[in-house]
């Protein structure tokens, strides 16, 4: 079957740096996302990921290893605003996002 | 950037009833649209993929006929909840298809959702 695997809860402090885990095994790949989800919204887009390595994109980094099936979601700079849940989901063969069940990250002063 | 809505936002119902909740996509068009479920403090659960102009497609164990998706335009999906009962009330998500990059990255994007309430 499909799988998504992440932390279920995280906790981390303001101004420090924070790397939630994603391993995945899915039917085929056709690219990784992470998406942040504040209590109560939809989620939004944070970033993408098809090739290995590191992308970056201001305070948030994204890494993907394809043979691992891993990737990590890098906070840095934590703020107060950053506490939410953030989502790792993986396309598949069939083109189909899979979802994780998400990470809830609390930021405390 | 791709904006999605959703209408209503809040929906307060009696068990039996049908609740019509709207999706569109505001400054593109979105020929593939997604319905999502989500319970709390759960991931996000698809229900089912709505193309423009042909039959909804549903995922294992949600009923079409309960949930009735329409595309009938390049910005707009409904989803009806036909006779609502308390174990429908959930947050309904819906997101539409975006080509974000000249690379042809896809991605979804999200409209703010609806609470639904079934008394």
Not at chain 2, 9 to 24: A, F, L, P
Not at chain 2, 26 to 31: C, E, G, K, P, V
Not at chain 2, 58 to 79: C, M, P, R
Request: proline letters at 3%.
């Amino acid at each position: 079957g499909q799988n998504i695997d992440q932390p279920t809860e995280m906790t981390a402090t303001e101004g420090a740096i924070v790397q939630i885990n994603c391993t995945y095994q899915t039917s085929g790949f056709n690219g990784l996302f992470w998406y942040q989800q504040h209590a109560g919204e939809a989620p939004t887009f944070l970033s993408y990921n098809v090739l290995d390595g590191l992308e970056e994109k201001g305070r948030f980094s994204s890494f993907l290893s394809r043979s691992k099936g891993y990737s990590y979601l890098l906070l840095k700079e934590l703020q107060m605003k950053d506490s939410a849940s953030y989502l790792c989901a993986v396309r598949d063969s069939n083109y189909q996002l899979i979802w994780g069940a998400g990470t809830k990250l609390i930021i405390k002063p | 950037g791709a904006v999605v809505s959703q209408h209503p936002s809040w929906v307060i119902c009696k068990s039996g009833t049908s609740v019509k909740i709207e999706c569109r996509s505001l400054d593109f068009q979105a020929t593939t649209m997604f319905w999502y479920r989500q319970f709390p403090k759960q991931s996000l659960m698809l229900m089912a993929t709505s193309n423009e102009g042909s039959k909804a497609t549903y995922e294992q164990g949600v009923e079409k006929d309960k949930f009735l998706i329409n595309h009938a335009s390049l910005t707009l999906s409904t989803l009806t909840v036909t006779s609502a009962h308390p174990e429908d009330s959930s947050f309904y998500i819906c997101s539409a298809r975006v080509v974000v990059a000249s690379g042809g990255l896809e991605t979804q994007y999200f409209g703010p959702g609806t609470r639904l309430l079934v008394l």
